[in-house]
C-alpha cells in the first residue's frame, strides 16, 4: 500500500510552492484543487449544472466559469457552497482514488485545502503536513494573487479552519514565514522523515 501524506493549510499559506518543493524531490503530487479547477473548465455536465445553478452572470467574457465570482459568492452563501461540493467532490474524490492506484514514488502527496476524517479513510492517508505563515503574509499573498477584498479572504480561512479538524495521525508543520530556502530545507527534512515511514 503506497504510504500517502496530506498536505494542508489555509489559503495563501503556499500549499502550491511546498507540493512543488516535494515534486522536485521525485515526489508524485496529487491536488485536489487543481483536479476541481480542471472539472470547473472542462467537465461539460459540471460547467452545464453550475451555469444554471448561478446563472450566465458566472461567466466571464470567454463564456467560462469565473472561478473568482464564484469564490465570492460560495463564501458568501453557505447553501451554495455546500451545492457545489457536493457536485464536484465526489468527481474529485474518484479521480484522486484513481491516481493514487498509479503512484510509482515511494511515497505520494494529496494537497487538500481541507482534511477531514472521511478523507482520512477514502486515501488511507498515513500523515499531514500543515502549512501555516503569520496572517498579514497570508491576507496579502491572497488579495495580491487573487484579486479579492480582504474580508473574501478573512471568510475563506475562517472556513477553512473551522473544518479542519484535529486527527489521531502523525502530525508535520512547515512555517512558510521566511526564504525559499528556509522552506526547501524543512521538505527536505520531511521528505527523509516519510521516506523511512513508507519503508
Given at each position: 500500500m503506497t504510504y500517502i501524506v496530506a498536505l494542508t493549510g489555509?489559503?495563501?499559506?503556499?500549499?502550491?510552492?511546498?507540493?512543488?518543493?516535494?515534486?522536485?524531490?521525485?515526489?508524485?503530487?496529487?491536488?485536489?484543487?487543481?483536479?476541481?479547477?480542471?472539472?470547473?473548465?472542462?467537465?461539460?455536465?459540471?460547467?452545464?449544472a453550475i451555469t444554471a445553478y448561478f446563472g450566465q452572470e458566472i461567466l466571464n467574457n470567454m463564456l467560462q466559469i469565473d472561478r473568482k465570482k464564484l469564490q465570492q459568492i460560495i463564501f458568501n452563501d453557505k447553501e451554495k457552497k455546500l451545492w457545489l461540493e457536493q457536485l464536484i467532490h465526489p468527481k474529485v474524490q474518484q479521480i484522486i482514488k484513481q491516481k493514487i492506484l498509479?503512484?510509482?514514488?515511494?511515497?505520494?502527496?494529496?494537497v487538500l485545502p481541507i482534511v477531514r476524517n472521511k478523507s482520512i479513510d477514502l486515501y488511507s492517508i498515513s500523515s499531514i503536513v500543515t502549512i501555516s505563515c503569520d496572517r498579514e503574509?497570508?491576507?496579502?499573498?491572497?488579495?495580491?494573487?487573487?484579486?479579492?477584498?480582504?474580508d473574501i479572504v478573512h471568510k475563506i480561512i475562517i472556513s477553512q479552519?473551522?473544518?479542519?479538524?484535529?486527527?489521531?495521525?502523525?502530525?508535520?508543520?512547515?512555517?512558510?514565514?521566511?526564504?525559499?530556502?528556509?522552506?526547501?530545507?524543512?521538505?527536505?527534512?520531511h521528505d527523509k522523515i516519510f521516506r523511512i515511514n513508507c519503508r
Open positions: 489555509t489559503i495563501g499559506t503556499g500549499k502550491t510552492t511546498v507540493s512543488d518543493l516535494f515534486g522536485e524531490l521525485g515526489i508524485e503530487i496529487i491536488d485536489a484543487d487543481i483536479i476541481a479547477r480542471e472539472l470547473t473548465t472542462t467537465n461539460k455536465n459540471i460547467t452545464t498509479s503512484i510509482k514514488s515511494p511515497y505520494a502527496i494529496i503574509t497570508q491576507l496579502n499573498r491572497v488579495m495580491q494573487r487573487d484579486h479579492i477584498n480582504k479552519k473551522q473544518e479542519n479538524k484535529p486527527c489521531a495521525l502523525d502530525q508535520y508543520k512547515i512555517e512558510n514565514n521566511g526564504s525559499i530556502e528556509s522552506l526547501k530545507k524543512q521538505v527536505i527534512t
